[in-house]
């Protein structure tokens, strides 16, 4: 199996210029056949532009995936606008594959 995740910005509508809607996406191919291909939104839809700025919107470095026996873990991070002192949160789940 391949797993990946990425971050997804299919949910911003057109003429949308203040949020930058993103949700966390997992993928999974079995036995790395994209016909064998599911996709599953892993988060809460959040505003990207919440994200510290450092250059840029800065999410961190906290990301990750790996096998777990019966499937994947994720680690991801996401904005949280309800603390501006404290701009992301860290999050991480089991996510069965079979």
Request: glycine residues 10%.
């Amino acid at each position: 199996m391949v797993a990946l995740t990425y971050y997804d910005l299919r949910f911003l509508t057109p003429g949308n210029t203040t949020t930058l809607p993103t949700a966390y996406q997992l993928a999974t191919l079995q036995h790395g056949n994209p016909r064998l291909r599911t996709e599953r939104r892993t988060s809460r839809v959040f505003d990207w532009l919440q994200a510290p700025f450092v250059g840029g919107h800065f999410l961190g470095d906290y990301q990750g995936l790996a096998a777990d026996g019966k499937g994947v873990r994720a680690v991801l991070t996401e904005t949280d606008s309800g603390a501006p002192q404290n701009r992301t949160d860290v999050y991480s789940g089991s996510f069965r594959t079979r």
